[in-house]
């Protein structure tokens, strides 16, 4: 099987070449921009990358084309495929053939989906079952974002957004889910969907195609969630979180459990993260691995890329990173780092779609609370009043200058510095960090 990968450097597509490659199939792939992390992984697999989206560079004998979700009409790639009726595909519907005979466990929701497949799919490792796995991100246990897995089982970061220009579904209605678990459930996305209800609509749709057999695992109390719920399921139900068996909180560097009377050192800061343990521990209990052994597999959980990850220490200033663009998720992230007692400064890129649009609007402030000081990284084109953003006392500015915004940071003298951006952040974290070290 010879493919053609449109978009291959982002984070699913990507993982998807590499389980494509572990089939036996030969792969190559086109983006705009070939970039590392991604790139090394897929080079060192042996995959062939070519930057830009020159039709001379598909070859004549390919199979299929698989085009991803940023493709768009009016793509040179994308209209050459067309002309030439090439076979293609969009990549959420290829991986559901692929993991078609395998058990799928779908890990859904707003928030905290990358980390929760992460722990879900070292539960099952540590366990030996040697899962198959996709993540929108890398797991620091596996360092890779994919693999096709010698097991039965099958673990699926499921995104709500949708599949490809041809195909507006959401990417996780052909997973084909025997398991799925909803984390939580809110309004993002605004470039495509209208409002909650539609994000709803999605979630109801992805659990009508689960079989009896199957299950949905959901957090208890929240609205959003009940009202998918009520439209339908004919499937098991379990609830997770407060006032069911699996309701962990997070101390420190303790993961505690009072049902189970058990506490584990992790690295992990925040109830947020300790809401993603319970959603992956449940999830793999459901699959055979016993509550208390999930719960202990936890403690080796060594996080994932740009999830709250420490980039400094130096004994007075610490430097993070972390992927929140969410107001809810932004505001988990700040009051987790609050436990550390040090002044907190918050980088904030507004570089989602929903972010960008001005969406959340005040939201955005009151979700920075916790923190000292806020610096809004806005791009140049925003058009909505940047000065919802602004504290009345100062302790907020809106920055688009990443010169100067570094010079700044650097005359940090003690506390921390977080950085919050889907996206790369024009390198300034590494930048700073290496200044930081020079002083």
Known sequence: MKI????????????????????????????QHVYPPMSDQLRQAGIVLHEGYDPAKLSSDLDLVVIGNAMSRGNPLVEAVLDAKIPFISGPELLGRLISEMTVLAVSGTHGKTTTTSMLAWILEHEGLDPGFLVGGVPENFGISARRGAGAIFVV???????????????????????????????????????????????????????????????????????????????NQVSIGEGTAIDFTSKGDHLLASELDMKIDWPMRGLHNAQNAELAVAMAHVVDVPVDRAFSALGEFRGVARRLNLLFENGSVKVWDDFAHHPTAIAKTLDALTQEGNPLVA????????????????????SAACADFVYWVLPETTTWDVGLLLRADGTSVVVRDMLVLETQLVQQESGQIIFMSNGGFSGIQSRLVARLTEC
């Open 4 to 31: 053609h990968i449109l978009g291959i450097c982002g984070t699913f597509m990507g993982g998807l070449a590499q389980i494509c490659n572990q089939q036996g199939w030969q792969v190559t792939g086109s983006d």
């Open 157 to 235: 970061e499921a995104d709500e957004y949708d599949t490809a220009f041809f195909d507006k579904r959401s990417k996780f209605i052909h997973y084909h889910a025997d398991i799925f678990g909803i984390n939580n459930l809110e309004f993002d996305h605004a470039d495509i969907f209208s409002d909650l209800n539609d994000i709803e609509t999605q979630f109801h749709h992805a659990i009508r195609r689960i079989p009896r057999s199957g299950f949905v695992i959901s957090r208890a109390g929240i609205d959003s969630i009940k009202r998918v719920l009520d439209k339908g399921c004919w499937s």
């Open 347 to 366: 980088v904030i890129e507004l570089r989602s779609n929903t972010m960008k649009a001005g969406v959340h609007g005040e939201a955005l402030l009151a």
